[in-house]
T-cell receptor, first 112, second 113 residues
Framework: QKEVEQNSGPLSVPEGAIASLNCTYS??????FFWYRQYSGKSPELIMF????GDKEDGRFTAQLNKASQYVSLLIRDSQPSDSATYLC????????????FGQGTTLQVKP | NAGVTQTPKFQVLKTGQSMTLQCAQD?????MYWYRQDPGMGLRLIYY???????DKGEVPNGYNVSRLNKREFSLRLESAAPSQTSVYFC????????????FGPGTRLTVL
């Protein structure tokens, strides 16, 4: 079992719809969770991070964390073609370092 | 601010050749990281440096060495390149060494023939 798992997709949604991206992790001691967006041929850029159970909203993006079920999700409202990218989930296991474990990423396609 | 810079952007090596990938950041960050990204594998940590003067292994350190030259610079060396090291290499930095936002450089595309 991979430490951080994502469905590789592609996930295809129509423009204006809600895109839901999911990530599960295996280490119950994990403490912080990050969502990165990566356009083809580019480097990852941070969208959001979340530390506590519940929802965290930032513009069209909402991160959701459920530590009991060991999953974290990212919702993108009013999806735009410019949101088409690979979304990487990353987990810090709570050790004394900033080491992140990344999932393999989910490719999102937003169709006009 | 340039953020995190990496050189070179592209490199082709023959099996057995050596090379050093350079990374520098101008954000006064303490921690720096080297990742590799292969298709369908996400990002995997090779080495990291929590602070100047310290380095430690990540998930996939075999075949690599690193040097934290000063607070700004963190280099990755391949002593004897192998085709399995064909990948995209990203350097990243963060202010602290704990659960902090990491900022990535543009990447180096390395092909080993």
């Amino acid at each position: 079992q991979k430490e951080v798992e994502q469905n590789s997709g592609p996930l295809s949604v129509p423009e204006g719809a809600i895109a839901s991206l999911n990530c599960t992790y295996s280490d119950r001691g994990s403490q912080s969770f990050f969502w990165y967006r990566q356009y083809s041929g580019k480097s990852p850029e941070l969208i959001m991070f979340i530390y506590s159970n519940g929802d965290k909203e930032d513009g069209r993006f909402t991160a959701q964390l459920n530590k009991a079920s060991q999953y974290v999700s990212l919702l993108i409202r009013d999806s735009q073609p410019s949101d088409s990218a690979t979304y990487l989930c990353a987990v810090n296991k709570g050790s004394n370092t900033g080491k992140l474990i990344f999932g393999q990423g989910t490719t999102l396609q937003v169709k006009p | 601010n340039a953020g995190v810079t990496q050189t070179p952007k592209f490199q082709v090596l023959k099996t057995g050749q050596s090379m050093t990938l350079q990374c520098a950041q101008d954000m006064n960050h303490n921690s720096m990281y080297w990742y590799r990204q292969d298709p369908g594998m996400g990002l995997r940590l090779i080495y990291y440096s929590a602070s100047e003067g310290t380095t430690d292994k990540g998930e996939v350190p075999n075949g690599y060495n690193v040097s934290r030259l000063n607070k700004r610079e963190f280099s990755l060396r391949l002593e004897s390149a192998a085709p399995s090291q064909t990948s995209v290499y990203f350097c990243a930095s963060s202010e602290r060494d704990r659960a902090d936002t990491q900022y990535f450089g543009p990447g180096t595309r390395l092909t080993v023939l």
